[in-house]
């Protein structure tokens, strides 16, 4: 079955350059989240996207941007990047039932951010 | 206030023994759903089990069973026969109200399976 596909993997970059994640969800998913988790840190949740629109905000920097598109893949973009932005970034996805609560997540494998 | 509390950052359990890692939550919704997940040091986070506040019954997935005490507000993660490979980083997490909500997560526990 077809997963979550995140892009890279792995992602090395200086102070103050920019970076772009990528993520694929699974097809017919319909809301995608995204969540960093630092260095022996729980997963916090940045953003999420419902049919390309923005359906929920957490601690997202203003520094950073996420977008859905039309073929339902999302891209995060952190601009300025810092040393405590290095992380580990993971998207996962979800199809919410209507009228129903009891739904699952499926998440990616995660880029590992380094910024140096 | 921590919506989800895991009061346990390291567990030992010995190969075969059943072990409980403790996961306490807060939220006035009625409607809520508890998910354990695991994330071994390789970094992906593996779905374990789910719970639903309105299910009677403790679910159950193979080795893994959740016991709810919903009036506790505690979903606790039993582990029987533990495995060498059960060795992660567990966490607990937990959404909130109906709709399209994103997971909180508990600070996790780490279990080490000993030989």
């Known amino acids: 079955a077809a997963g979550v596909i995140q892009s890279p993997r792995h992602l090395i970059k200086e102070k103050r350059e920019t970076a772009t994640l990528k993520c694929y969800p699974i097809?017919?998913?319909?809301?995608v989240y995204w969540y960093q988790q630092g260095p022996g840190q729980d997963p916090q949740f940045l953003i999420s996207f419902y049919e390309k629109m923005q359906s929920d905000k957490g601690s997202i920097p203003d520094r950073f941007s996420a977008q859905q598109f039309s073929d339902y893949h999302s891209e995060l973009n952190m601009s300025s990047l810092e040393l405590g932005d290095s992380a580990l970034y993971f998207c996962?996805?979800?199809?919410?039932?209507?009228?129903?609560?009891?739904?699952?997540?499926?998440f990616g494998s995660g880029t590992r951010l380094t910024v140096v | 206030a921590q919506k989800i509390t895991q009061t346990q950052p390291g567990m030992f359990v010995q190969e075969k023994e059943a072990v409980t890692l403790d996961c306490t939550y807060d939220?006035?919704?009625?409607?809520?759903?508890l998910f354990w997940y695991k994330q071994p040091s390789s970094g992906e986070m593996i779905f374990l089990i789910y719970?639903?506040?309105?299910?009677?019954q403790n679910a159950t997935e193979g080795r893994y069973s959740l016991n709810f005490q919903k009036a506790r507000k505690s979903a606790n993660l039993v582990i029987s026969a533990s495995q060498l490979g059960d060795s992660a980083m567990y966490f607990c997490?937990?959404?909130?109200?109906?709709?399209?909500?994103?997971?909180?997560f508990g600070s996790g526990t780490r279990l080490q399976v000993q030989p």
């Open positions: 939220t006035s919704d009625q409607s809520y759903g």
């Open positions: 097809p017919r998913h319909d809301t």
């Open positions: 996962a996805s979800s199809l919410v039932p209507r009228g129903r609560s009891d739904y699952g997540y499926t």
């Open positions: 997490a937990m959404r909130e109200g109906t709709g399209r909500r994103a997971l909180t």
């Open positions: 719970q639903g506040s309105y299910d009677e």
